[in-house]
């Protein structure tokens, strides 16, 4: 079974209670969801902190995502957890920073790494908030046991790029109609979600807000 596994949170150091902010009328953590619902799979999760899932669960459910809640700082064990429960075997991980994720680019890597049957996938030279990771479930079963670092609970995926003599990796630079390593479209600041605000409502319009080349296009017309 393939699943979308969003992970989201609502305590953030830099800007308290993001995932709730309002992003054209409609809380950030839906906007991601919204986004992620463009790129095909079997199933979609949000798997969130057991602190957040009770405001998180009418999102989820309007956004048409199941919600599992899980340890707040070993991430990888949350997704080990969801990966268990639905019986999944490959995960499309997302954050829940990223409202204007790249559906095609996601669909594109997934495929890609699907036809591989690689360990883990991700694209090179996306804009900051962009992308997505396509990992097999057998391989983060094997981090679960074998990763002991902080980060590597936190971030879920550095055990196994971290490893490719143990894991089969497809880490390819991305097509040039979806590059933009210079672009931020990620939301950790004020300032970056005031850019998103502006972006979010230059794309509401455009047939194809959800793709890469339409997101960078108008980026660029607004802020460059």
Not at 9 to 23: F, I, M
Not at 54 to 65: I, L
Not at 201 to 223: C, H, N, V, W
Request: some cysteine; charged content about 25%.
């Amino acid at each position: 079974m393939l699943a979308v596994v969003l992970q989201s949170r609502l305590d953030s150091a830099r800007l308290p209670g993001k995932a709730l902010l309002p992003l054209g009328g409609k809380p950030l953590v839906f906007r991601v969801m919204e986004a992620l619902n463009q790129t095909p799979a079997d199933i979609r999760i949000l798997a969130c902190t057991e602190d957040s899932a009770a405001e998180f669960s009418p999102f989820a459910k309007e956004a048409g995502f199941e919600i599992f809640a899980g340890p707040k700082d070993d991430v990888l064990e949350r997704y080990c957890r969801v990966i268990r429960k639905f019986s999944i075997t490959r995960v499309i991980r997302a954050t829940g920073d990223n409202p204007f994720v790249f559906s095609d680019a996601a669909s594109a890597l997934n495929a890609q790494a699907m036809a591989l049957n690689a360990d883990y996938s991700g694209f090179f030279g996306l804009p900051y908030g962009a992308g997505i990771e396509s990992v097999n479930a057998s391989a983060l079963f094997r981090a679960e046991i074998e990763a002991v670092e902080k980060p590597e609970r936190e971030h879920v995926c550095p055990y196994l790029y971290n490893h490719p003599e143990i894991f089969s990796l497809h880490r390819p630079l991305a097509p040039l109609r979806w590059q933009g390593a210079d672009i931020r479209i990620t939301i950790d600041t004020q300032e970056d979600f005031d850019r998103a605000q502006e972006l979010f409502s230059a794309l509401q319009d455009e047939p194809y807000r959800y793709q890469g080349q339409t997101i960078t296009k108008k980026y660029s017309e607004i802020f460059c």
